[in-house]
């Protein structure tokens, strides 16, 4: 302890001696520090002085300049032509990802290439699906619809919602609801007054080559597969059906001459679906897949611009002893709006539904998408 506190009058005269130095150089050095500040006061001046020149006109100095966004990066628009300017260092609040709805559903395909939905929920015409793809979304976007279709028969009805979506023109997911109802004949069956059968339908499309308009010959040909589920067991079975759930799949040829104002589409289907599916699959005749044909012709008057008025064929499977079938026939109007909003009207003739004959009636539908 006493060796320590002889050391302190060393230890302070040492220090005393650092402080002068660090005066010293203060003193020698600070000229230099002075410049060094006046030029760096200089070289901000300037930059401050260039951004206000890159400014465009009615931007006050000194405010952050215009910018032009890119996706990951943001470029200074200059105001002076032929002059690069220097890009601001301040990013934008909300950078443009790119990303709009404009962008994801574009609408950029022509008026009534998206086809009409079909009461299997398909893009298509109203009893036959076409090698269309559902929607208005070019090849670099994606398209929707969703429509709702009314069928009055002689002794049913029905009703069906649905929606499809179409991924850049070449692909296409599809689901329908169909609500079939009895009525009062659904007594006289003995399945109970007013009985419904429900059906949901969900499908796939795909579009293999080939475009329903362009200036080519070359259809537009696209393969689909359809699953079906009925939730109807005790009474699917009761009158001869062998599933409850069954799958179509099919292949579509599309073509729209415009010169001709003509829509031509022919389809193969394999299918054991029973009314489409209404009755179940298969049966007590048969239960195997068979080849069944639709077909569809379609007039566009020039003098009535989104407008098509033809008609539509489809024959069907004779899978059960109890309800015989028949080829269904439809005439049909539809005009397009717009690319928004579809209506379509039809006097539809489908023969025999569970017994009873002659089941002709009006058909209704409304389609509204992007």
């Given at each position: 302890?006493?060796?320590?506190?002889?050391?302190?009058?060393?230890?302070?005269q040492?220090?005393?001696?650092?402080?002068?130095?660090?005066?010293?150089?203060r003193?020698?050095?600070?000229?230099?520090l002075?410049?060094?500040?006046?030029?760096?006061c200089a070289q901000?001046?300037?930059?401050?002085?260039?951004?206000?020149?890159?400014?465009?006109?009615?931007?006050?100095?000194?405010?952050?300049?215009?910018?032009?966004?890119?996706?990951g990066?943001?470029?200074?628009?200059?105001?002076?032509?032929?002059?690069?300017?220097?890009?601001?260092?301040?990013?934008?609040?909300?950078?443009d990802?790119g990303?709009?709805?404009d962008?994801?559903?574009?609408?950029?395909?022509?008026?009534?290439?998206s086809?009409l939905?079909?009461?299997?929920?398909?893009?298509?015409?109203?009893?036959a699906?076409?090698?269309t793809?559902?929607?208005?979304?070019?090849?670099k976007?994606?398209?929707?619809?969703?429509h709702?279709?009314?069928?009055s028969?002689?002794n049913?009805?029905?009703q069906?919602?649905?929606?499809?979506?179409?991924?850049y023109?070449?692909?296409?997911?599809?689901?329908s609801?169909?609500?079939?109802?009895t009525?009062?004949?659904?007594?006289?069956?003995?399945i109970?007054?007013?009985?419904?059968f429900?059906?949901?339908?969900?499908?796939?499309?795909?579009?293999?080559?080939?475009?329903v308009?362009?200036k080519?010959?070359l259809?537009?040909?696209?393969v689909?597969?359809?699953?079906?589920h009925?939730?109807?067991?005790?009474?699917?079975?009761?009158?001869?059906?062998?599933?409850?759930?069954?799958?179509?799949?099919?292949?579509a040829?599309?073509?729209?001459?415009?010169?001709?104002?003509l829509l031509?589409?022919?389809?193969?289907?394999?299918?054991?679906?029973?009314?489409?599916?209404i009755?179940?699959?298969?049966?007590?005749?048969?239960?195997?897949?068979?080849?069944?044909?639709e077909g569809?012709?379609?007039?566009?008057?020039?003098f009535?611009?989104?407008?098509?008025v033809g008609?539509?064929?489809r024959?069907?499977?004779r899978?059960?002893?109890?309800?015989?079938?028949s080829?269904?026939?439809?005439?049909?109007?539809s005009?397009?709006?717009?690319?928004?909003?579809?209506?379509?009207?039809?006097?539809?003739?489908?023969?025999?539904?569970a017994?009873?004959?002659?089941?002709?009636?009006a058909?209704?539908?409304?389609?509204?998408?992007?």
């Amino acid at each position: 302890m006493q060796r320590a506190i002889q050391c302190l009058p060393a230890l302070q005269q040492k220090a005393a001696a650092l402080i002068s130095k660090l005066k010293n150089w203060r003193e020698m050095f600070a000229p230099a520090l002075a410049a060094s500040a006046l030029v760096v006061c200089a070289q901000n001046a300037r930059a401050q002085t260039a951004s206000a020149a890159a400014s465009p006109a009615g931007t006050t100095p000194g405010s952050t300049p215009r910018v032009t966004l890119a996706p990951g990066t943001a470029q200074s628009t200059a105001s002076t032509g032929g002059t690069a300017q220097t890009p601001s260092a301040e990013a934008p609040d909300e950078p443009d990802t790119g990303l709009t709805f404009d962008k994801v559903f574009d609408g950029q395909r022509t008026l009534g290439t998206s086809g009409l939905s079909s009461l299997e929920g398909s893009s298509g015409g109203g009893i036959a699906s076409w090698a269309t793809i559902g929607g208005y979304g070019s090849k670099k976007s994606m398209g929707m619809a969703f429509h709702y279709s009314y069928v009055s028969l002689t002794n049913y009805t029905d009703q069906n919602v649905g929606a499809v979506m179409g991924f850049y023109d070449r692909v296409e997911i599809s689901y329908s609801h169909n609500f079939f109802r009895t009525g009062s004949t659904g007594r006289k069956l003995g399945i109970g007054h007013g009985y419904q059968f429900d059906l949901d339908t969900g499908g796939i499309k795909v579009r293999l080559f080939g475009h329903v308009l362009d200036k080519t010959l070359l259809p537009q040909v696209a393969v689909g597969a359809m699953y079906k589920h009925d939730g109807d067991a005790k009474v699917i079975h009761a009158v001869g059906s062998k599933h409850t759930d069954g799958a179509d799949v099919y292949i579509a040829v599309t073509k729209l001459f415009p010169k001709l104002g003509l829509l031509v589409d022919t389809t193969m289907r394999l299918t054991k679906g029973n009314q489409w599916g209404i009755l179940g699959f298969g049966g007590d005749r048969n239960d195997n897949y068979y080849p069944q044909f639709e077909g569809s012709l379609g007039y566009l008057p020039s003098f009535i611009p989104g407008l098509v008025v033809g008609v539509e064929y489809r024959t069907k499977p004779r899978n059960q002893n109890f309800t015989p079938e028949s080829n269904w026939f439809d005439v049909y109007a539809s005009y397009f709006v717009n690319k928004h909003l579809n209506i379509t009207a039809a006097y539809v003739s489908l023969g025999t539904i569970a017994t009873y004959r002659n089941q002709t009636g009006a058909y209704v539908s409304l389609q509204t998408g992007f």
